[in-house]
Structures are given as structure tokens and as C-alpha cells.
């Protein structure tokens, strides 16, 4: 593992962004931003007209992205989509320059980016799998945290980019090691979300005010990132708006407990943590906020044993 010093700065220079979300989209404002030339595109007309309004130009599809750059950045919701970018027809195994760099900072499947990493190298381009935490407000404030693995000439190649996107980044070594950190460090902040929500609704039970509680955990060794942001910023005040959604969630939980029975591992927290984001699916929707798990708490405390419904 190794911290990368991102501390080159090569403005002026050219990147190309598929997938113009929220994430692609607060990308595209700090790299404007910090100087370089933004090629984006998606499948989206809205948020292509977004994108083209921050100063971003915009191509037509992949193919028209890659005749005018050779340093490409993904930001697409999961691993099917990245296939069929990379592999798909008009794709970037068609189109792309020789000798292209692509960083795809979708939150994928391992095994999935070891194998397109190959094929890729085998046609002289290089993959980072670059996943990030601090969703759209991180993206465009360029505070991102990235976990990155790949190769150690495409790291470099790359670090004028991540240097502007994120405040820290962490090599974990080869392709795919990126995206199992960060199926690693989303189902611990699932299972936080759901310690914490606990933890809250047990205070508030002894008469405990919630936000003067957070605030005593976080002053104790009980805190986490989601105790120290998500309930501050997001839960308290029950604004439910950070951007991920609880589809996006639900996925990332399900490919890590599939992660954890590829290795053989018995991890009986991991477990309850998949099961209570899995049966959310019954009563909250995909496109909530995925802050909204802590909800599955309320209601069931909103009937505790041995009272009647």
C-alpha cells in the first residue's frame, strides 16, 4: 500500500469524462477549474446541456471523445456499464488514440476490471481503478479520497489528474485491488449507518437528544465518518439529499458479501449488515438517498416487542 504524493500540477491539458452525472458532472467543475480542457459525454441530454454550461466541450458519443483525447475518466453507475464502454461497439477498444489512459472511478467488480485492465494492455492502453469517496460535493470541491490500483507508470501518468480531483490517494497495488478497498470501505460505512442509526435510537429512548448525543460520540472513540458527516449533514436534519442513492448502495453491499464468499470468509457482521440492506428493498425506494437506512430503525422501534401495533 502506498500513499501517492499528488503534487504535479500540468493544467492546460486535455481529459475526457464519460458519464456526466452528479459525479462526472462535479469532476468536470473542479478540473475546469484547476485549468485543464474537459471533453465530456453521456447517454443524457440534461446533463450534457449541465456539463456544456460549466465550460465542458461535448462530444457526440465515445468515439468522438476519444478522437480528441487520450486521457479518459469514467464515472458510470456499475461494472456493465464500464463493459460496455470499454468492449462495447464504438467503444474505446475501437476508438481510443494509441496509447490511452483511462481511470474508471465507478465503484466495480474486481474481477471485471483485472479482466478489461488485460484486454486493455494487450491493445498498448492503460486502466487505473480509481473509486472514490466524498461523493458530489467532494467531486466538486476536488476533496475526493481515491483507492486506486493499477500499474505504477499509468499511477504517475495519471497524478496531474488526481492531484486535482482528490485530496488523498492510496496505491493498493495491482488492477482490481482499487475497487476491492472500496466495496470494503462501503460496507463498513453501511454497516456504520446502521450501528449508528441503532445507537441513536437507543439514546433517544434514555432521553438523550440526538444531536447532543452525535456530538458526545464524536468526541469519543464511538465516532466514524458517518456519525461525523452523514447525520450532521444529511440525517438530523432529515434533509436526505447527499447524492448516492440506496440502489447504488444496496449494490455495493451485495458485491461485497459476494467478495467475501468468493475468499471462503465467514463474517457473521457482514452478513447482517447485507440482510438489512437487502430486505430494505421492501419499503424503501431505490432512487431514496441512502441515508434513508436509517429509517428501517425507526420503524421498527416504532413498535418494540411486546407492545401492539
Known amino acids: 500500500m502506498t500513499e501517492v504524493n499528488t503534487s504535479k500540477k500540468v493544467t492546460g491539458a486535455t481529459v475526457g469524462i464519460i458519464g456526466l452525472g ?15 480542457h474537459v471533453i465530456g459525454t453521456d447517454l443524457g441530454e440534461e446533463q450534457k446541456r449541465a456539463a456544456q454550461a460549466l465550460g465542458v466541450t461535448i462530444a457526440a458519443d465515445t ?24 468492449k462495447g461497439e464504438g467503444g474505446i477498444i475501437e476508438n481510443a488514440q494509441a496509447n490511452s ?3 474508471d472511478t465507478s465503484t ?16 498498448g492502453h492503460q486502466l487505473l481503478d480509481s473509486p472514490v469517496s466524498g461523493g458530489p460535493a467532494g467531486a466538486a470541491a476536488g476533496t ?54 441503532e445507537a441513536i435510537s437507543l439514546g433517544k429512548k434514555a432521553g438523550l437528544d440526538p444531536e447532543a448525543l452525535i456530538a458526545g460520540l464524536n468526541a469519543g472513540s464511538g465516532r466514524s465518518a458517518v456519525s ?11 434533509e436526505f439529499n447527499s447524492g448516492f442513492t440506496m440502489q447504488l448502495m444496496r449494490k455495493d453491499v451485495r458485491l461485497a458479501k459476494q467478495l467475501i464468499e ?23 425506494a431505490d432512487q431514496d438517498d441512502f441515508n434513508c437506512i436509517i429509517k428501517n430503525i425507526d420503524q421498527i422501534n416504532e413498535h418494540p416487542k411486546g407492545e401492539e401495533s
Not at 29 to 36: A, N, P, S
Not at 63 to 86: D, E, N, R, Y
Not at 157 to 166: G, H, I, M, N, V
Not at 184 to 197: D, G, P, R, S, Y
Open 63 to 86: 468515439k468522438a471523445l476519444c478522437q480528441s483525447c487520450q486521457v479518459i475518466i469514467l464515472s458510470l453507475p456499475m461494472a456493465k456499464h464500464v463493459q460496455a464502454v470499454i
Open 228 to 238: 461525523e458527516v452523514n447525520f450532521p449533514r444529511w440525517i438530523l436534519n432529515e
Open 144 to 197: 475526493m479520497v481515491m483507492v486506486v490500483g493499477g500499474e505504477i507508470a499509468a499511477l504517475q501518468r495519471a497524478e496531474p489528474f488526481l492531484d486535482a480531483l482528490s485530496s488523498k490517494v492510496v496505491h493498493l497495488g495491482e488492477s482490481g485491488n482499487g475497487h476491492v478497498a472500496k466495496l470494503i470501505n462501503n460496507l463498513l460505512c453501511a454497516a456504520h449507518l446502521v450501528t449508528t442509526a
Open 22 to 36: 452528479s459525479m462526472g458532472y462535479g469532476m468536470a467543475k473542479t478540473l475546469i477549474r484547476e485549468g485543464f
Open 101 to 103: 489512459l483511462i481511470m
Open 108 to 123: 466495480s467488480e474486481p474481477e471485471v476490471t483485472r479482466a478489461l485492465a488485460a484486454e486493455l494492455a494487450s491493445h
Open 262 to 284: 468468493d475468499m471462503g470468509l465467514s463474517l457473521p457482521m457482514a452478513e447482517q449488515t447485507s440482510s438489512i440492506w437487502r430486505e430494505s428493498a421492501d419499503n424503501i
